[in-house]
């Protein structure tokens, strides 16, 4: 059984689109997040949730938005997509929202943007 | 601001040889340090963790060595094999958010 599962896995997608990436995760968990990783492999939290509440919301454009409809699922929706957007995105859950909890990540999603 | 900084970026070692990854924190307040690893093509996974009160955590091959008053940390892998080809996080925790190093690439060469 997939722990924390993403679609699509692949997003290829123009200039000024817009896109969703859905996340969901059957461990049972209380906190999810949305994470970057760009082309050289940095990686950065871009927002987490914990009980359907915003915690982190990291300096990202207001094109970016987070819904949580529930403890197990958190999507990413990105309007007006720019060249900029190309990267793997990754959506991860914890037990918990500290720091300290193991983080359970998805296989990503990557999004280019031409 | 990097708050973690991670070298080398790249890391070629024989196969049965030690990988040395480092990691340089600034801010005292991080009160946890896990190492995640990442295989091409998946996300990235736990490997060990440990907390500023001890100096030293060993988990099989893995160890991490922890030098608060340096606010250094360093990961370990002892008789290195190809399967932990893989790029390598360090990350420091404070509250609810984890900070990640910039990754180190490393290749085990038979």
């Known amino acids: 059984d997939t722990a924390v599962s993403q679609t699509p896995k692949y997003l290829v997608t123009q200039m000024g689109n817009d896109k969703s990436i859905k996340c969901e995760q059957n461990?049972?968990?209380?906190?999810m997040y949305w994470y970057k990783q760009d082309s050289k492999k940095f990686l950065k939290i871009m927002f987490s949730?914990?009980?359907?509440?915003?915690?982190i919301n990291e300096t990202v454009p207001n094109r970016f938005s987070p819904k949580s409809p529930d403890k197990a699922h958190l999507n990413l929706h990105i309007n007006s997509l720019e060249l900029g957007d190309s990267a793997v995105y990754f959506c991860?859950?914890?037990?918990?929202?500290?720091?300290?909890?193991?983080?359970?990540f998805g296989p990503g999603t990557r999004l280019t943007v031409t | 601001q990097q708050q973690v900084k991670q070298s080398p970026q790249s890391l070629i070692v024989q196969k049965g040889g030690i990988s040395i990854i480092n990691c340089a924190y600034e801010n005292t307040a991080f009160d946890y340090f896990p190492w995640y690893q990442q295989f091409p093509g998946k996300g990235p996974a736990l490997l060990i963790a440990i907390r500023p009160d001890v100096s030293e955590k060993k988990e099989g091959r893995f160890t991490i060595s922890f030098n608060k008053s340096a606010k250094q940390f360093s990961l370990h892998i002892m008789d290195s094999q190809p399967g932990d080809s893989a790029t390598y996080f360090c990350?420091?925790?404070?509250?609810?958010?984890?900070?990640f190093g910039t990754g180190t690439r490393l290749t085990i060469i038979p």
């Open positions: 461990l049972g968990h209380d906190t």
């Open positions: 991860a859950s914890s037990q918990g929202a500290w720091g300290y909890y193991e983080q359970y």
């Open positions: 990350a420091a925790a404070l509250n609810e958010k984890l900070t």
């Open positions: 949730y914990n009980n359907k509440e915003l915690i």
